[in-house]
């Protein structure tokens, strides 16, 4: 049994440092490089945290891809959510910073919101979150791990980084009360929503990290 603790956690050790390389080394060098970039970077994503699962005899349910307890998810995750809405919301009010889209947009924008907060979270919870708890007996020092890998993604943005720092804390404190992905996209479609329209971009820099943050401050 020690044993085969010990080859777990080795390969999750290796699986963690492979997955933070294609990411890093996709923010901040090869996702423009050539065409195809986004296609591929989804398919080493998705594709490794997939075999990560494999190989362990996760099922989709054993990581939080279910429905069952979608409702109880989505109250826990309201109580964290909606008091960091509404302190943005104030603070927008405040400095006159409230930029919300046209009602036409907002739908289609908040699709896509969902479907990216949701594939940040499986990166976050179902992976990195996972993989360490087998490092850590710890889940405190499992979720501080996985906070910092998810907030370092998030560089050179230091707003952002801040955010995600405490975000991925917070998500994963709510995977492990109830494990449930699609709640955590919805919960992270909406708090991107409401930071992005409602703080300054000189602040926000339009939420973009790696290359594409330096863009933002001559803009």
């Known amino acids: 049994m020690l044993k085969e603790t010990k080859r777990w956690r080795s390969a999750a050790i290796v699986e963690i440092a492979v997955m933070s390389a294609i990411l890093l080394s996709y923010i901040w060098g090869w996702q423009h490089a050539f065409p195809g970039a986004s296609q591929l970077i989804l398919v080493l994503y998705f594709g490794l945290g997939l075999l990560s699962q494999f190989r362990r005899g996760e099922s989709l349910r054993d990581v939080g891809v279910r429905a069952?307890?979608?409702?109880?998810a989505l109250r826990?995750?309201?109580?964290v959510v909606l008091?960091?809405?509404?302190?943005?919301?104030l603070i927008g009010w405040a400095l006159d910073s409230l930029h919300f889209p046209a009602a036409s947009h907002t739908a289609a924008l908040s699709l896509w919101l969902i479907v990216w907060g949701t594939a940040q979270q499986y990166g976050l919870s179902c992976f990195f979150y996972r993989r360490l708890r087998e490092i850590f007996a710890s889940t405190w020092a499992a979720t501080a791990g996985a906070a910092i890998l998810f907030a370092m993604f998030h560089m050179p943005n230091g707003f952002l980084v801040a955010v995600t720092l405490a975000?991925?804390?917070a998500a994963c404190r709510l995977y492990q009360r109830e494990r449930n992905l699609i709640a955590l996209g919805v919960a992270h479609a909406m708090i991107s929503f409401i930071v992005l329209y409602s703080l300054p971009l000189s602040v926000t820099h339009g939420l973009h990290v790696g290359?594409?943050?330096y863009l933002t401050l001559h803009s």
């Open 68 to 72: 069952d307890n979608f409702p109880r």
């Open 76 to 79: 826990n995750a309201a109580l």
């Open 83 to 89: 008091p960091a809405a509404a302190v943005c919301l």
């Open 167 to 169: 975000a991925g804390v």
């Open 211 to 213: 290359p594409g943050y």
